[in-house]
């Protein structure tokens, strides 16, 4: 349905106006960005970490190593967003996006330090990891980590 308002812009429709003012004023369609939500005990350890390093030399930070685990899916990341008309038959195949409703997943972590990157090492599968575990299996791994690269 067009709205119209002759008194002000004649037979231009709110659409047009709408379209011309997010044109001039540079409003444009765009993905929003990700990023993971911090929790403020996440945020309060965050300041404290960096206040306790903060006077470190460079000579301290080529001491540090650095680890962290993460969990990978053999799905793609695609929003699965499509363009056609609305006369296409929805349902062809080139406008389908096939999901994979137990996708296989597989659990990582590596280290990395000042001059060097670390291996990845494949976690056991079904295991939970906590801390202690997961300092077993770095620990376990530190020279497969730095004397295989």
């Known amino acids: 349905m067009k709205e119209n308002h002759p008194a002000f812009l004649g037979d231009v429709s709110v659409r047009t106006i709408q379209k011309t003012f997010h044109w001039h004023l540079l409003y444009k369609w765009r993905c929003t960005w990700k990023k993971p939500i911090v929790t403020r005990s996440q945020m309060t350890n965050r300041v404290t970490f960096s206040k306790r390093k903060i006077g470190w030399s460079i000579t301290k930070w080529k001491q540090e190593l650095w680890s962290d685990k993460a969990t990978f899916t053999d799905t793609s990341n695609r929003s699965g ?46 295991e939970s990891v906590n801390q202690v575990s997961y300092l077993d299996q770095i620990s376990t791994h530190l020279d497969y980590c730095f004397t295989m690269c």
């Open 81 to 126: 967003k499509v363009r056609h008309r609305s006369s296409s038959d929805q349902l062809n195949l080139k406008y389908i996006c096939g999901t994979i409703k137990f996708p296989k997943k597989i659990n990582v972590c590596g280290c990395l330090e000042y001059h060097d990157l670390g291996r990845l090492i494949e976690l056991p599968k079904k």
